[in-house]
């Protein structure tokens, strides 16, 4: 099936600052989302993404299809934004996400 | 639009014990998703409805596992004979659509803790 790989698996970053998060897929994609997985658990929908450039607020995503990666930009980084970021993927026929093992970040103040 | 929401939030049973979770996902969402989430990983897809049908299980979804929709709303999901390794976070999801580039929404989880 399809594997989906998430960079870097750690990121810890002064509040303020910016940071780059990937995302790498093994095979074509009909359907990417990013995520925010807050300390209670909840996953927050950032971007529905599954080719182009999406902006919203500090946050923007890009994915080039073709080549088979996404970019999720986060600006001026604030402590609320801590958490881990996921990235997930359908390419098959079915419903259901794959997911990457997510992006864990801590913004320190 | 009041979100997906998820009963109960924390499960606390012992070993061999058979829980219940519930899901009411957001009004008129055709489609329901069931996902398990251990420490450190990303969230594993069991199984999914469209209505009322289960139209998809994963090899994770053991036959202790069962998950209905009656009625093609809010769904149930029973683990019989709790074991050590079923505790998790359990996530359910929903989305509007007829396929695989529909958006899903997830709820807040119930976290299983198995003694």
């Known amino acids: 099936g399809i594997q989906v790989e998430q960079s870097p698996p750690d990121l810890i970053l002064q509040e303020g600052a910016n940071s780059t998060l990937r995302c790498n897929f093994s095979d074509s994609v009909n359907n990417l989302q990013w995520f925010h997985q807050n300390p209670w658990g909840q996953l927050i929908n950032l971007f529905y993404i599954p080719s182009g450039t999406k902006q919203n607020g500090r946050l923007s995503a890009t994915t080039v299809a073709t080549e088979r990666y996404s970019l999720l930009y986060i600006s001026s980084s604030q402590t609320t934004d801590s958490g881990v970021y996921f990235c997930?993927?359908?390419?098959?026929?079915?419903?259901?996400?794959?997911f990457g093992k997510g992006t864990k970040l801590s913004v320190k103040p | 639009d009041t979100g997906v929401s998820q009963d109960p939030r924390h499960k606390i049973t012992k070993r061999g014990q058979n829980v219940t979770f519930r899901c009411d996902p957001i009004?008129?969402?055709?489609?329901l998703y069931w996902y398990r989430q251990t420490l450190g990983q990303g969230p594993e897809f069991l199984t999914y409805?469209?209505?009322?049908?289960?139209?998809?299980k994963s090899r994770l979804l053991s036959d202790r596992f069962s998950a209905e929709r009656p009625k093609g709303s809010f769904s149930t999901l029973e683990i019989q004979r709790t074991e050590q390794g079923d505790s998790a976070m359990y996530l359910c999801?929903?989305?509007?659509?007829?396929?695989?580039?529909?958006?899903?929404?997830f709820g807040p989880g119930t976290r299983l803790t198995v003694l």
């Open positions: 009004s008129e969402h055709n489609r």
């Open positions: 997930a993927v359908n390419g098959g026929s079915q419903g259901n996400l794959i």
């Open positions: 409805f469209q209505n009322e049908a289960q139209l998809e």
């Open positions: 999801a929903s989305s509007l659509g007829q396929g695989v580039t529909d958006t899903q929404y």
